[in-house]
């Protein structure tokens, strides 16, 4: 009898290693799945993560389990993914500092192209710039006066060196062509709580955070990165409005998951996805927060990879100019 169950077990080894066994896939998910966001919590990566898993999970019928973990501008989260099993037990939502990282950090311990398989792009978010309460300039047009007159003094957060507020500060300075002090931070949740208590002056945010705050006055919202003025707050100036021409600049998520990922794990991990970005619950949660869904045809696995491309394209002369390095 052992011999027959001995028997068996190679048997069906055998068939699984020449392909004809089931395919990798085929009873994922079995078990909880981990998403990375390479951010602190509070911030607006794990505002968007935690509302996609949620509806990714109950399609998949499995948990999806968000985990953070932030600093270096997103570069020790990712680390961690590329390390991890490509098995679709480990995903990771990040955003566009994906796509600065290569131009920012001379030591970055993974390639952001050849080393992840793209399961889809989630959302296209605005930025705004903020302040403290009660920080003295008015309008936008002020701040930019103040800023130029006051340069160092100014504080200003972000969430480390390739993050989306960072993104955003180095284009802001060299667009007043002036110089603040920034402190940097593991992800936005936790800078806000300090723009809260009035511990830095400004920062450059996604509205996905900065919109109740703004909206409740407990933060001052000064002007939207983006060409158009914002559906969520539209009394702000854009950048460009206030004579800064041209500066736009908005944040992108998207999910990826370690290089190898079998091909039908990707399919169910990129069609519970696109049936996240229908749920009319993530949808309206999202508008609240100004972030918006991406059409079902660019949260393709495809239309993620030539985006990234075209972004890391688009972002290195900017980087090169600004002169802005991590190490
Ligand atoms: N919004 C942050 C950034 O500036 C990241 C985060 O905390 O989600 O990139």
């Not at 994922?28 to 607006?44: C, D, E, K």
Request: charged share 20%; hydrophobic share 45%; glycine share 10%.
């Amino acid at each position: 009898m052992r011999g027959f169950f001995a028997g068996f077990a190679v048997a069906i080894a055998t068939l699984s290693i020449s392909g004809i066994g089931p395919a990798a896939g085929q009873d994922f998910p079995s078990r909880p799945i981990t998403l990375i966001v390479p951010a602190a919590a509070g911030g607006p990566t794990d505002a968007v993560s935690r509302l996609i898993a949620e509806s990714m999970g109950r399609t998949l019928g499995q948990q999806i389990v968000v985990e953070n973990v932030g600093g270096a501008g997103g570069t020790i989260g990712m680390t961690r993914v590329v390390k991890s099993p490509a098995d679709g037990y480990m995903v990771t939502v990040w955003h566009i500092a994906q796509a600065t990282a290569p131009s920012l950090y001379d030591n970055l311990r993974y390639n952001v192209i050849d080393d992840f398989d793209s399961i889809g792009r989630i959302a296209d978010v605005p930025m705004t710039i903020v302040g403290k309460a009660g920080l003295e300039p008015k309008t936008a047009k002020d701040l930019i006066d103040w800023v130029k007159q006051k340069k160092t003094a100014v504080t200003y957060a972000h969430a480390g060196i390739g993050s989306a507020s960072h993104l955003c500060a180095i284009m802001f300075m060299s667009a007043v062509n002036t110089q603040m002090t920034a402190l940097s931070y593991r992800g936005t949740g936790p800078a806000m709580s300090d723009l809260l208590g009035g511990q830095f002056d400004m920062m450059c945010d996604q509205t996905t955070t900065t919109t109740a705050q703004i909206k409740d006055a407990k933060i001052k919202g000064y002007a939207a990165t983006t060409k158009e003025r914002l559906k969520v707050l539209p009394d702000l100036p854009t950048l460009d409005e206030v004579g800064l021409k041209g500066f736009e600049v908005a944040a992108w998520h998207a999910m990826w998951a370690p290089k190898g990922l079998p091909a039908d794990v990707q399919k169910k991990l990129n069609d519970a996805l696109q049936t996240a970005l229908k749920d009319p619950k993530v949808v309206e949660r999202m508008a609240a927060l100004g972030v918006e869904p991406v059409k079902p045809e660019q949260a393709t696995p495809q239309a993620l990879s030539a985006h990234l491309k075209a972004e890391v394209a688009k972002w290195s002369p900017v980087i090169q100019a600004s002169g802005a390095k991590a190490n």
